[in-house]
């Protein structure tokens, strides 16, 4: 019983001992942001607040270039300007690439029933709010520039990419 007791525990040292030489040392390599060749586009989160005299204060939360491509081409022009806002991808001399509308997040459009039981619809305008805009980024892009339709040379926001 003694012999055996001698054989397994080289054995098994052994087999402790080739389990770690068998180990692989191959470190995983850091993830670098990489820009993707193909089509990409970009996420940014905006913090919008009413200031006093109406001026708007925009403030830029994060934004995010992802590979991707939009779906649906939603680029209408609007026909009211003091309800929508205007992101413009600029190039690196900041000329226009592209522009894209969206609705003023600061107006509320809300349905009520009212006490005669009509329906009814009033704009509210709201001090503070929030603005995520998903848009299809051009290859030459540079900067964002959020500005207010009517106004684009009183840019809000302008976004080194």
Do not use: H, W
């Not at 007791?5 to 692989?24: D, G, M, S």
């Amino acid at each position: 019983m003694s012999t055996t007791k001698y054989f397994i525990l080289p054995l098994l040292l052994l087999l402790i001992v080739l389990a770690i030489a068998c180990k692989t040392t191959k470190e995983e390599p850091i993830e670098e942001t990489k820009v993707a060749s193909g089509p990409q586009l970009l996420f940014v989160n905006y913090k919008i607040t009413k200031q006093e005299g109406g001026d708007e204060k925009v403030e830029v939360i994060d934004k995010i270039i992802a590979a991707g491509k939009m779906k649906v081409n939603r680029n209408k022009i609007p026909k009211e300007e003091n309800r929508y806002f205007q992101c413009v991808q600029l190039d690196k001399n900041k000329e226009v690439l592209k522009t894209d509308f969206f609705a003023n997040p600061l107006l509320k459009d809300i349905e009520y029933v009212g006490d005669d039981g009509q329906l009814g619809r009033k704009l509210i305008e709201v001090e503070s709010v929030d603005l995520s805009i998903r848009i299809q980024l051009d290859p030459q892009a540079a900067y964002i520039s959020l500005s207010k339709v009517g106004s684009p040379k009183k840019e809000l926001s302008i976004i080194n990419l």
